[in-house]
């Protein structure tokens, strides 16, 4: 059986400006190629509803799972949430679980919720929340999406929240080998070894450290012999 | 007028899966903002031809310009030039120009010009070559489509490259406001100093550094005045 697919959606003026530089797709592809989920495409999209709405429904339509990452917090220019709910034709408005958490994060911290704290508890009618043990704000599932924080602690915490509830699949197995030979040398044999194990994907990575150029050639699959016997042939060519 | 409006497509299994991180995005969009030239939307997607072919012809025909990063080297999993041309229907084969680049190249560094090398010299029908000062292999740009390498040092260079043929608009002047105070404290004050100035875009990023809760409020737009007037009236609500 195919790995369940992901997309990511990552949603800020902020990335696209470059003002600030995007952490959460790092995170996200690691932790899910290691549960065996295939993130296939990740997108930025503006704070513009008409983007962020036509990026959930089309990444919502073709993968499993969609993660977005931005636009859940407090301010005028957080629309994410509403945006969702406007992806899928759902009501929004404040929902009293999400509200009780705030109220009870605010008294304990002695701030007030106010009106602008209170955007935090709207979510989509039939939502699950998400869990946020950093800021208690809470993320949501709603149908594939799941929308969460975009400050990269709190979207850390989110995604431990939504991870083991998720079926993985076959986690990619990865191995690197490091070849002191440029790139241009060892292509033509490495094409050869990439023929040999379709079921195998061999990336190919140049460097040039220290004056030494040289290639990672990565071997990615999922069935551990396999990977070893491509690596044998690579090495008996290239050692 | 308005600016004119960009995509960048990244193209690599390697960022998908976690072992690589991105930095090519943030560097673009710096540049981009500095000229005019509005990044709307960045997109990752894995060394597949569909979804190569389906994200070229989708963002060449939504935006005025498209940057590709990844996929021009010399190995098997190289595509990203064959990919291209059949986004545009276009033959492509090793060209006379691009080859004698690399012929020159090889030839005073002393090595093979072998078939492998020789694919960073097929170029789609039509295109004009990019300049790539730091290791020769040229990218391309055709119709509105700039196809560069993923190398951080060469996809820099070729963009260095690009910019200067590139009609620019009102660069994004930005404007940071520190602010040590909750971010829902201010949202409030902050939204409707947001809905008196329509022609900026007004962010709010929340910082919790060494116990200090704050934010930073960004103030984006084309119009220095516009954006003094905004900064007097936060000001004067949060200083």
Not at 72 to 79: L, M
């Given at each position: 059986m195919p790995n369940p697919t992901a997309a990511m959606l990552v949603i800020g003026d902020e990335i696209l400006s470059g003002r600030t530089r995007d952490a959460n797709m790092h995170h996200l592809a690691g932790v899910l190629t290691q549960i065996g989920v295939d993130l296939k495409e990740a997108r930025v999209v503006s704070d513009d509803p008409d983007a962020i709405i036509a990026a959930v429904r089309g990444l919502s339509a073709t993968y499993d799972h969609v993660f977005t990452s931005g636009g859940?917090?407090?301010?005028?220019?957080?629309?994410t949430a509403d945006c969702v709910a406007a992806a899928f034709d759902r009501p929004i408005d404040v929902r009293a679980d999400a509200r009780a958490l705030l109220e009870a994060h605010y008294q304990r911290s002695g701030q007030e919720l106010n009106a602008a704290r209170l955007r935090m508890a709207r979510i989509p009618d039939g939502a699950a929340l998400i869990d946020n043990p950093?800021?208690?704000a809470p993320g949501f599932t709603i149908e594939n999406v799941h929308v969460m924080a975009g400050v990269p602690s709190v979207f850390r915490a989110m995604v431990d929240s939504v991870l083991p509830g998720l079926t993985g699949g076959q986690p990619l197995i990865s191995d690197t080998l490091r070849i002191e030979r440029p790139e241009g040398e060892i292509a033509g044999p490495l094409g050869e070894v990439a023929k040999a194990f379709p079921d195998l994907s061999l990336g190919c990575y140049p460097f040039n450290k220290d004056g030494v150029l040289g290639a990672n050639v990565v071997l990615r699959g999922q069935d551990a012999a396999m990977i070893g016997q491509a690596r044998s042939q690579l090495l008996a060519l290239f050692a």
């Open positions: 859940i917090g407090p301010t005028h220019d957080d629309i950093v800021s208690t």
